[in-house]
């Protein structure tokens, strides 16, 4: 069955940093992107950052400098190392995957984790 798992969210004042895990095999026969996205209450989930299977990386405008995605193809897990983490950063993370290229909408993934949850005080 495939799935995704994130982990790694929780609470940290301003300036501080965290790191989210998402582990999970999805694709095995083709390339493919995973991405983090994130959502607050009343609000369309964003894409936060996306890297592909071959190495291409994209973020997001309000995260770049910041924030960095990585994944370990052994491991299969895909890592969001968030840094200098801003009270505008609070959302439930959520990581997803699709087959071959990379997108920015969320609707073009296919499988999605359950949500983490970051939340930075000031």
């Known amino acids: 069955q495939r799935q995704l798992v994130e982990s790694g969210g929780g609470s940290v004042q301003a300036g501080g940093s965290l790191r989210l895990s998402c582990a999970g095999s999805v694709y095995t026969d083709s390339t493919y992107c995973l991405g983090w996205f994130r959502q607050t209450p009343g609000k369309e989930r964003e894409r936060v950052a996306t890297i592909h299977s071959e190495g291409t990386t994209v973020y997001a405008d309000s995260v770049k400098g910041r924030f960095i995605i990585s994944q370990d193809h052994i491991k299969n897990t895909v890592y969001l190392q968030m840094n200098s983490l801003k009270p505008e950063d609070t959302a439930m993370y959520y990581c997803?995957?699709?087959?071959?290229?990379?997108?920015?909408?969320?609707?073009?993934?296919?499988?999605w984790g359950q949500g983490t949850q970051v939340t930075v005080s000031s």
């Open positions: 997803a995957a699709r087959r071959f290229f990379c997108h920015m909408q969320p609707t073009e993934y296919s499988y």
